[in-house]
């Protein structure tokens, strides 16, 4: 692999690059697809990697250029004395697009990941479209996740191993019947996992940016396109959240995936990937 450093960046062959924002904090991305197509940008989840778009960004890069990168606390990005912010992580975002030359991008974002992404819509002016997956708008009037599954999410049992603890925490993110039956997708996930799952504080760190989201008194200033897709047994994010974010938002349609878990676009990926692009080559 070739490096060349330009300005505080370093990029390489395969199209990788690091960008150093201005508080000194650097971001690994990657880009995908032609040069001269419209950017989509796809934001991780809380404690995900890339690898979590595996599913949607093959599909999306024959007619559109697609831009990934590690959330700050995961992968080879830095991992800065938290706790964080989506406005912070929305900062994340901008360095990353302003370094990889895009103006303007259709936004793809997964739970904390879509939370990303509407504050990156609230603060800056170059989101063209929001997808957003599994994503609630925060504030009171947010439904939590149930206890059993907040329990599984962020009280991992001592004495578990790295390989345990992954597998525990994740469980509710999938349906009974999809963990059962694709044992080798689980495994694949693990093992991309223990490559790039954030250390346990830069985990709480990233939660807190969740938790701490209330975007509810300033979703009638989002002016692009929304698009909310859900699964109706998100056991995360329950889809009332979905329901509640579509109705509060001036230009949105709710598209609900019956049966759908909280990884719903692994678990139903062929689905998904059409609504998505059937929502942006509309946008």
Same mark, same amino acid.
Do not use: K
């Given at each position: 692999?070739?490096?060349?450093?330009?300005?505080?960046?370093?990029?390489?062959? &395969? !199209?990788?690059?690091?960008?150093?924002? #201005?508080? +000194?904090?650097?971001?690994?991305? /990657?880009? %995908? *697809?032609?040069?001269? $197509?419209?950017?989509?940008?796809?934001?991780?989840?809380?404690?995900?990697?890339?690898?979590?778009?595996?599913?949607?960004?093959?599909?999306?890069?024959?007619?559109?250029?697609?831009?990934?990168?590690?959330? &700050? !606390?995961?992968?080879?990005?830095?991992? #800065?004395? +938290?706790?964080?912010?989506?406005? /912070?992580? %929305? *900062?994340?975002?901008? $360095?990353?697009?302003?370094?990889?030359?895009?103006?303007?991008?259709?936004?793809?974002?997964?739970?904390?990941?879509?939370?990303?992404?509407?504050?990156?819509?609230?603060?800056?002016?170059?989101?063209?479209?929001?997808?957003?997956?599994?994503?609630?708008?925060?504030?009171?009037?947010?439904?939590?996740?149930?206890?059993?599954?907040?329990?599984?999410?962020?009280?991992?049992?001592?004495?578990?191993?790295?390989?345990?603890?992954?597998?525990?925490?994740?469980?509710?993110?999938?349906?009974?019947?999809?963990?059962?039956?694709?044992?080798?997708?689980?495994?694949?996930?693990?093992?991309?996992?223990?490559?790039?799952?954030?250390?346990?504080?830069?985990?709480?760190?990233?939660?807190?940016?969740?938790?701490?989201?209330?975007?509810?008194?300033?979703?009638?200033?989002?002016?692009?396109?929304?698009?909310?897709?859900?699964?109706?047994?998100?056991?995360?994010?329950?889809?009332?959240?979905?329901?509640?974010?579509?109705?509060?938002?001036?230009?949105?349609?709710?598209?609900?995936?019956?049966?759908?878990?909280?990884?719903?676009?692994?678990?139903?990926?062929?689905?998904?990937?059409?609504?998505?692009?059937?929502?942006?080559?509309?946008?």
């Amino acid at each position: 692999m070739h490096f060349t450093s330009n300005d505080g960046v370093r990029a390489s062959s &395969r !199209g990788w690059a690091r960008r150093e924002r #201005p508080d +000194g904090v650097r971001l690994r991305y /990657e880009t %995908a *697809g032609p040069d001269d $197509a419209t950017a989509v940008a796809f934001v991780e989840g809380l404690g995900y990697g890339t690898w979590m778009w595996g599913w949607q960004r093959p599909a999306l890069a024959e007619s559109y250029r697609t831009v990934v990168w590690d959330n &700050r !606390g995961t992968g080879e990005s830095d991992e #800065p004395e +938290g706790p964080y912010t989506t406005e /912070e992580m %929305a *900062g994340d975002m901008a $360095a990353v697009l302003d370094d990889a030359g895009v103006d303007r991008a259709h936004l793809v974002g997964a739970s904390l990941g879509g939370m990303i992404a509407l504050q990156y819509a609230l603060d800056y002016d170059g989101a063209a479209s929001l997808s957003l997956l599994c994503t609630s708008a925060g504030g009171d009037e947010a439904v939590p996740m149930p206890d059993d599954a907040r329990a599984r999410v962020f009280d991992v049992p001592r004495g578990l191993d790295r390989v345990e603890s992954i597998r525990y925490r994740m469980r509710p993110a999938f349906t009974d019947d999809f963990w059962d039956a694709n044992p080798e997708v689980i495994d694949r996930i693990v093992d991309r996992r223990l490559e790039t799952d954030p250390s346990d504080r830069a985990y709480e760190w990233q939660a807190a940016a969740a938790t701490s989201f209330d975007a509810t008194d300033r979703l009638d200033e989002v002016d692009v396109p929304a698009l909310v897709l859900h699964g109706t047994d998100d056991r995360v994010v329950p889809v009332e959240n979905g329901r509640l974010l579509a109705d509060g938002l001036p230009d949105a349609r709710l598209e609900t995936v019956a049966g759908g878990s909280h990884l719903f676009f692994v678990e139903r990926n062929e689905l998904v990937n059409e609504r998505l692009l059937s929502f942006l080559d509309d946008v």
